[in-house]
């Protein structure tokens, strides 16, 4: 029995220690992609859409390790959670990183920088969303149920952020700033600055995941802009 209890607490802080390091690849990778954007520089962005392929590598990776889990140690209660948390949150992950690429992409397809007045709010923006991101993931790894209710309760940060960005950019198509930028630059920038946006949200559903993992009770009625 001792020896059984040993393997399944093995088994879960194997797959914790993916989590956790697959949350410090998606940040890292957000963050670089803001780098690569703030200073147009194809090559950092060039290197961060090749960086997806490890976080589609980690994803996979986990998913069955949770899933073999649940076939060979059929946990009940508390540990049913850890897997069926630890496959959830990997996918949201996932995401953050393909949102990641997609900027880095637009980046790489834009014609000019953008002038700082326009790239900066859009950068405050995604270090926002990749802060949020980070302290989940730490939230995570802590197993602190009350970092990740924090981080759900934040939300709508983010979401006031990202309105103001957009009225920003409407308002410097309307003014001379516009032509520094192609109007297909302008498309990428909103873009650019949903993705952004979007990278809070999952960051926000991992805040839901976690909280539950730990406490068994699901966050309901999540803040609204």
């Given at each position: ?7 399944v ?36 962005a ?27 140690r ?28 997609n ?95 979007r ?27």
């Amino acid at each position: 029995m001792d020896h059984t209890l040993k393997a399944v607490d093995a088994d879960l802080g194997g797959l914790t220690h993916g989590i956790a390091a697959m949350g410090d690849l998606a940040v890292s990778q957000v963050r670089a992609s803001l780098d690569a954007f703030l200073g147009h520089d194809l090559d950092l962005a060039a290197k961060v859409v090749r960086g997806d392929d490890a976080l589609d590598i980690q994803d996979s990776e986990i998913e069955k390790a949770a899933v073999r889990f649940i076939a060979l140690r059929q946990p009940m209660a508390d540990d049913l959670r850890r897997p069926i948390a630890a496959m959830k949150i990997s996918m949201q992950l996932e995401r953050c990183g393909d949102l990641g690429k997609n900027i880095a992409k637009r980046v790489i397809r834009m014609d000019a920088a953008t002038s700082p007045d326009v790239a900066e709010p859009i950068a405050e923006l995604g270090r926002l969303s990749a802060d949020r991101l980070a302290a989940v993931v730490g939230a995570f790894r802590n197993g602190d149920a009350q970092g990740a209710y924090a981080v759900w309760l934040k939300d709508t940060e983010i979401d006031e952020r990202h309105e103001q960005v957009l009225a920003g950019i409407i308002a410097s198509l309307d003014g001379k700033k516009s032509a520094a930028q192609t109007a297909g630059d302008w498309a990428h920038l909103l873009f650019i600055a949903k993705n952004l946006e979007r990278i809070g949200d999952h960051a926000t559903n991992i805040a839901e995941l976690v909280h539950y993992q730990i406490t068994g009770r699901e966050l309901e009625d999540r803040p609204k802009l």
